[in-house]
C-alpha cells in the first residue's frame, strides 16, 4: 500500500517499478497489486519473458502506474526504448537474495542507474548475504532494517511439523504415493532438484491415480501458468516442482510439502516448508533423504539447528513412517479407483495463448498441446518448401573419346554441329590406339617395350626405321 499511495494517477510513464526473480512470483505481485489498488483505478503491468512483446509494449503506449518485471524482459524493453524508467519514484526488490543466486545482480544494478536518485526503494529478502547488504549501503539511502521474522532460521516456520528420514531413491516414489492418501491431506507441492525428476516423479504419480502436474523452466510459460492455476482452483492437488515455486509464491490451504530430494542448502530447506504453514495455518513437512545425501544434509541441520543429525531408516512399509503421517492401514501405493476422478486434472485448465516466444521443450504434454505443436512444424514445413527454390534439373551428355554419344544407340559417330569437338592430334591418336575401348567398360592403358630408348616389335627387334641412327662421325 505505500507504494499505491505516492502514485499519482493520469500519467502515461510508470512511476513505480517492482522487480522480481521469477516469472511466477511477478505474476503474483501483479495480482496484489490489482486487488489492493482496484478501487484506486491503479494501471498495474507484468512484464517477463515467456510472452509476446506486443500486448506490453501497447500497454506501455497506453500508460501505466506500476510495472512488475523480470529482469531480463525489463532491460530488454528499457533498450528498445519501450520503456521509460525517468519518472519512477518508487523502487522495490522483492526477493533480493533468490536474485543475487541467480545471477541477476548486475542487471539489477543497470535498472537503477536508470532510475532517478530521489526515490523511495524497498529490498525485501529472506536472508541478508554480504552481497545483498553491499546492494542495500549503495542504493539506500539512510535505510531502516525490518525484521518480520525470529533471528533463528529455524524458528521462522513454527507452524510446520518436520519429518526427516533417510530413504531408498528406489523406494521414494511409494513413500510418496502413499504420503499422499494420510488423513488430512490437503494440496501438496513435491519439491524436486532437477526439472528430468520433476517430470519423472509427476508422471509415476498420474499414473497412479493423482491428479499432479509439473512446473519447471523447460516448460512454456502458458503451461506453467496453467498449472499453477489449476493448484490454487483445485483442479490438481499435487504440485511437483523445481524451486522456481519455492519464492514468494503464496498458496492457499497447502498442507504438506515433500522434499523428494534433499536441499542443497538451509536456505532452500527454509523456503520450501515456508509453502505451508502459513498465516496462522499449520503444516506438514516430509524431506526424504538420500543415503549420498547425509554429509549434506548435516550441514543444513547443523545450520538451522534442528534435531534430525541423524535421519531414521526409513521404508514404505515402515510402521512409524504411517503412525507419523496417519495414512491408513493397508493403504498401497496406488490412489484407489473410487477416490479417482475427485479432482476435475490439469486437462480442464485452459491454457491461455500468450504469444509464448519460446517453444514448449518438455515431453509431458496434453494431447492437445502436443496436436497443437505437430500442427504448427507441418506448416512451418509447407511454408519452408514454398520458399525453397526449385531445384535446377542438369543433364549429363555421355562421351567416348571426348565425343558426344548417342544415348539409344551409343553410337559416337555423329557430331551435334552446337558443339563441334575438335578432332584430337596425331599424337593422341597413336596414345589411344596402345589400349582399347568398349561401350560401357573402363578403358585399358597398354605399356610399350622400350629399348635404348626406341620401341620394341613383339619379336624384340627394333624396326629399322626408327634404328638407323647417324654415325658420330656423319
Not at 541477476?104 to 532510475?115: G, H, K, M, N, V
Not at 476435475?344 to 504469444?355: K, N, P, R, Y
Not at 502436443?370 to 551428355?397: A, G, L, Q, V
Request: charged share 30%; proline share 5%; glycine share 10%.
Amino acid at each position: 500500500m505505500a507504494l499505491l499511495q505516492r502514485i499519482t494517477h493520469g500519467r502515461r510513464k510508470p512511476q513505480a517499478l517492482v522487480v522480481a526473480p521469477t516469472r511466477e512470483l511477478a505474476l503474483q505481485v501483479t495480482d496484489d497489486l490489482l486487488v489492493a489498488g482496484g478501487k484506486l483505478g491503479s494501471r498495474v503491468l507484468p512484464v517477463y519473458g515467456g510472452r509476446a512483446y506486443e500486448p506490453q509494449i501497447e500497454a506501455l503506449r497506453e500508460g501505466v502506474d506500476v510495472v512488475v518485471g523480470t529482469p531480463g524482459r525489463l532491460l530488454d524493453l528499457v533498450k528498445q526504448k519501450h520503456l521509460d524508467l525517468s519518472e519512477v519514484g518508487v523502487l522495490v526488490l522483492d526477493e533480493a537474495d533468490r536474485m543475487l543466486d541467480l545471477g541477476f545482480l548486475p542487471d539489477i544494478e543497470r535498472i537503477i542507474d536508470r532510475i532517478p536518485s530521489e526515490r523511495q526503494t524497498m529490498l525485501f529478502s529472506a536472508t541478508m548475504p554480504g552481497e545483498i547488504v553491499s546492494l542495500s549501503r549503495r542504493y539506500l539511502t539512510r535505510p531502516t532494517n525490518v525484521r518480520a521474522e525470529a533471528h533463528t532460521e529455524s524458528e521462522a516456520t513454527p507452524q510446520v511439523v518436520q519429518h526427516v528420514w533417510q530413504a531408498h531413491q528406489m523406494d521414494k516414489p511409494e513413500m510418496v504415493a502413499r504420503l499422499l492418501q494420510a488423513e488430512g491431506r490437503g494440496l501438496t507441492m513435491v519439491f524436486c532438484q532437477t526439472k528430468r525428476a520433476c517430470d519423472r516423479v509427476a508422471s509415476d504419480l498420474a499414473q497412479r491415480g493423482f491428479a499432479a502436474a509439473a512446473v519447471h523452466g523447460d516448460l512454456g510459460q502458458g503451461q506453467r501458468e496453467r498449472a499453477l492455476r489449476a493448484f490454487r482452483n483445485g483442479k490438481i492437488d499435487v504440485l511437483v516442482a523445481t524451486d522456481v515455486a519455492a519464492r514468494g509464491l503464496d498458496v492457499d490451504d497447502v498442507t504438506h510439502v515433500v522434499n523428494y530430494e534433499c536441499p542443497d542448502s538451509a536456505d532452500t530447506y527454509v523456503h520450501r516448508i515456508g509453502r505451508t504453514g502459513r498465516a496462522g495455518k499449520e503444516g506438514v513437512s516430509v524431506t526424504l533423504v538420500d543415503w549420498s545425501d547425509l554429509t549434506r544434509w548435516k550441514l543444513i541441520n547443523g545450520t538451522l539447528g534442528l534435531p534430525f543429525a541423524t535421519p531414521e531408516e526409513t521404508y514404505s512399509t515402515s510402521e512409524h513412517f504411517y503412525g507419523a503421517l496417519g495414512i491408513p492401514a493397508g493403504t498401497t501405493g496406488k490412489l484407489p479407483k473410487e477416490q479417482r476422478g475427485e479432482r476435475a486434472g490439469l486437462d480442464a485448465e485452459e491454457l491461455e495463448d500468450i504469444g509464448e516466444t519460446g517453444r514448449i521443450r518438455s515431453p509431458h504434454r496434453s494431447r492437445g498441446d502436443r496436436d497443437r505443436d505437430r500442427d504448427h512444424e507441418r506448416d512451418h514445413e509447407r511454408d519452408h518448401d514454398r520458399e525453397r527454390p526449385r531445384r535446377r534439373n542438369r543433364s549429363r551428355t555421355r562421351t567416348r573419346g571426348g565425343k558426344p554419344v548417342d544415348a539409344a544407340t551409343g553410337d559416337g559417330g555423329t557430331e551435334p554441329t552446337a558443339a563441334p569437338v575438335a578432332a584430337p592430334d596425331a599424337g593422341a591418336d597413336e596414345d589411344r590406339s596402345a589400349g582399347t575401348v568398349t561401350a560401357g567398360r573402363k578403358r585399358t592403358r597398354g605399356r610399350r617395350r622400350t629399348r635404348g630408348g626406341q620401341p620394341v616389335t613383339e619379336g624384340g627387334a627394333v624396326p629399322a626405321a626408327q634404328s638407323a641412327e647417324p654415325s658420330p662421325g656423319a
